[in-house]
């Protein structure tokens, strides 16, 4: 049983008809690493790793950060980007 975050990785990927090598190339992670992420075996994977996959797959890096368990701040106070808040933690 896979996590949110490996189920939407892989259903966006999927749809976009990508391959898992595809998508781990230019994110610079392996392929048995997404594999295991989109898969639920990976339980906290790295802001940096999520940015570069939001990038590849053109979604949102806060969804993604969201789905991965990160708290982002939606006061509306905080002027840091996702990127800025995750790295600040």
Do not use: W
């Not at 639920?40 to 950060?65: C, F, Q, W």
Request: glycine share 8%; hydrophobic share 40%; aromatic share 4%.
């Amino acid at each position: 049983m896979g996590s949110e975050l490996g189920d939407q990785l892989r259903t966006i990927r999927s749809a976009l008809g990508l391959s898992l090598k595809a998508v781990a190339e230019p994110a610079d992670i392996s392929t048995t690493y997404l594999q295991k992420l989109e898969g639920g075996e990976v339980k906290s994977p790295s802001p940096n790793i999520l940015h570069r996959l939001a990038a590849t797959l053109e979604v949102s890096y806060a969804d993604l950060m969201v789905l991965a368990g990160y708290v982002i701040p939606s006061d509306g106070r905080s002027t840091a980007s996702p990127f800025e808040h995750a790295l600040a933690s």
